[in-house]
């Protein structure tokens, strides 16, 4: 039996792909990640750039920016499933003129959040040296110096696009946050 959708529901819909498509929005999921999932991604965003007849430069800066914003948030969210490392979050990716994006969400812990921002922090405001200083320091010694530091897969999205992490943190309730990463990759630049 074919159910008519709801009238309500539809402009709903045409609402949602109107600002997607406005936004550049090419791929957007919400649910559960694993390695299935990121390995779907990755070809449906290389192949959508294939169409488009990206340069292949392109193309290896953002699936690895997409590779490092993925298990950035799998490494910091606090929904992972144990057994099969398995989180909830959302991810998008799109292009709005000369620029992609990936854009990813999870939640992540108070006590965590103090941490995260200060190694996002950390990388915005280092120098491209001190970027490269400090993905030494943690490839060679696992760690950075004393000072502290950010894990490698920030650090490597910072050097690759040589962007400013672009980033928020949204209450989600008493014990947790909604952490917010965008990664803005020009394509003319590279």
């Not at 792909?17 to 299935?36: A, K, R, T």
């Not at 690895?64 to 979050?89: F, P």
């Not at 008493?174 to 394509?187: C, G, M």
């Amino acid at each position: 039996m074919n159910e008519k959708l709801n009238v309500g529901f539809i402009k709903s819909v045409l609402n949602v792909y109107d600002e997607m498509s406005e936004n550049g929005i090419s791929i957007v999921y919400l649910g559960e990640f694993h390695h299935q999932i990121t390995k779907m991604f990755i070809s449906m965003a290389e192949e959508d750039m294939d169409r488009k007849d990206e340069k292949r430069s392109t193309i290896k800066k953002v699936y690895s920016v997409m590779v490092e914003t993925l298990q950035n948030m799998a490494k910091h969210s606090d929904e992972i499933a144990d057994k099969y490392n398995i989180g909830k979050g959302l991810f998008m990716i799109g292009k709005k003129e000369d620029n992609y994006f990936v854009i990813t969400s999870n939640k992540v812990s108070n006590a965590r959040k103090l941490e995260l921002q200060k190694n996002v922090e950390q990388v915005n405001i280092a120098t491209r040296e001190e970027l490269k200083q400090m993905y030494k320091e943690q490839i060679t010694r696992g760690k950075l110096s004393e000072k502290g530091g950010a894990g490698l897969g920030l650090i490597e999205i910072a050097r690759k696009t040589r962007n400013k992490l672009i980033y928020q943190f949204l209450p989600r309730d008493e014990k947790s946050y909604f952490f917010i990463l965008k990664v803005e990759i020009n394509a003319s630049k590279i």
